[in-house]
């Protein structure tokens, strides 16, 4: 089972298809018949035989900002 964390997701442009596989609760078998009838969830890059899967439209397929919260902002007087 592949273990991955919503920042590590958001640290990375695109993940395997096993990692996004495994964020939806896919299996292996699925997700590659899926990716090959192009019914894939979300946006799936093919280069030769890999898979690729854009972080941002994974992110939003699982309901989570592709950007963590931003630090607050400091604001000084003049």
């Known amino acids: 089972?592949?273990?991955?964390?919503i920042a590590q997701l958001r640290a990375t442009p695109t993940v395997d298809l096993m990692t996004a596989a495994?964020?939806?609760?896919?299996g292996r078998t699925?997700?590659?018949?899926l990716a090959r009838r192009g019914q894939?969830?979300?946006r799936v890059i093919r280069i030769g035989e890999?898979?690729?899967i854009p972080t941002p439209g994974l992110l939003e397929l699982l309901g989570v900002p592709a950007e963590g919260p931003r630090?607050?902002?400091v604001l000084?007087?003049?």
């Open 76 to 78: 000084t007087r003049h």
């Open 1 to 5: 089972m592949i273990h991955i964390t």
């Open 50 to 52: 890999v898979y690729r």
């Open 40 to 42: 894939f969830p979300c």
């Open 30 to 33: 699925k997700a590659y018949e």
């Open 22 to 26: 495994a964020a939806l609760g896919l």
């Open 71 to 73: 630090p607050p902002t």
